[in-house]
């Protein structure tokens, strides 16, 4: 996973909120389609193109003091950031308060928002419209097929790159059984140790459940010990922090690892 999507948002969030239309403007595709499921009974719902986007996001500032969005939770979904958003302001006319919290969607490609979707009532449901569940988590699935994937081509820096610098994890793979590892260090030890051991050492993914920043993987290791094919079937419970893994461990079956990351039902 990376969070390229999630820092283009991040950064049209920031200019929206500063009044940098041109800075807003950046993260943009000319051909922006916009939906806003709670608009205005004046306000259509939907309309296309960057221009009117910013015409209308000016209207909003023209009617409201103050008027942001905060956005608390970033989700990565594939070519999509789910977004927990709450939006005030004061209306310039009335001195109402303008206090909402809601989701909303936004679609990336090439690096620039293709489409908008606002105000959906909360993450379930947006991320039901994507065909995912607030249980199955985006984010950890493209984290996990991301660190697989590095895994298996021997990409140490890229695995690196998905682990936060302060990472904990214990082991339960050949000889570095029952080790804790700590920092990007403690991985590269790790690294070396069962590739070291194994030939032909190959990892796939095999389920994932999660919430928020915590997950379960279910997982398949393969590859062969002083001759000998060997495969390993285990679950791993791991911790995020900002996108990265902070933590994880490895356990023989699906309970232990539910309870240690949290999530037993």
């Given amino acids: ?119 959906y009532p909360d993450k379930a449901t947006a991320l039901q419209v994507l065909g995912l569940s607030e249980w199955e988590n985006a984010e950890q699935r493209g984290l996990a097929e991301a660190a697989f994937g590095a895994l298996n081509s021997g990409d140490l820096e890229a695995f690196l790159a998905l682990t936060a610098e302060d990472i904990e994890f214990t082991s339960m793979v050949a000889e570095a059984e029952g080790t804790t590892f700590r920092g990007h260090d403690g991985v590269r030890v790790w690294w070396e140790t069962v590739r070291g051991v194994f030939e032909d050492v190959r990892w796939d993914l095999l389920d994932i459940r999660g919430s928020g920043d915590r997950g379960v993987l279910h997982f398949r290791m393969t590859g062969t010990l002083g001759g000998v094919p060997v495969e390993q079937t285990m679950w791993q419970a791991s911790v995020l922090r900002d996108g990265k893994l902070i933590w994880w461990a490895f356990f023989r079956s699906e309970l232990e690892a539910l309870e240690a990351a949290g999530l037993r039902e």
Wanted: glycine share 6%; with cysteine.
């Fill in 1 to 119: 996973m990376t969070q390229e999507n999630i820092e283009i948002v991040r950064r049209g969030n920031a200019a929206f909120n500063a009044g940098d239309y041109v800075g807003f403007a950046e993260t943009l595709h000319p051909d922006v389609e916009f939906r806003d499921h709670a608009h205005a009974a004046d306000v259509s719902e939907a309309l296309k193109g960057a221009q009117a986007l910013l015409s209308l996001l000016s209207e909003w500032r023209e009617s409201f003091d103050e008027f942001r969005a905060e956005i608390s939770e970033y989700i990565e979904a594939g070519d999509h950031v789910v977004c927990v958003t709450r939006w005030t302001g004061t209306g310039k006319a009335s001195d109402a308060a303008v206090d909402v919290s809601q989701v909303d969607v936004y679609e990336l490609r090439d690096g620039q928002i293709v489409r908008a979707t606002l105000a």
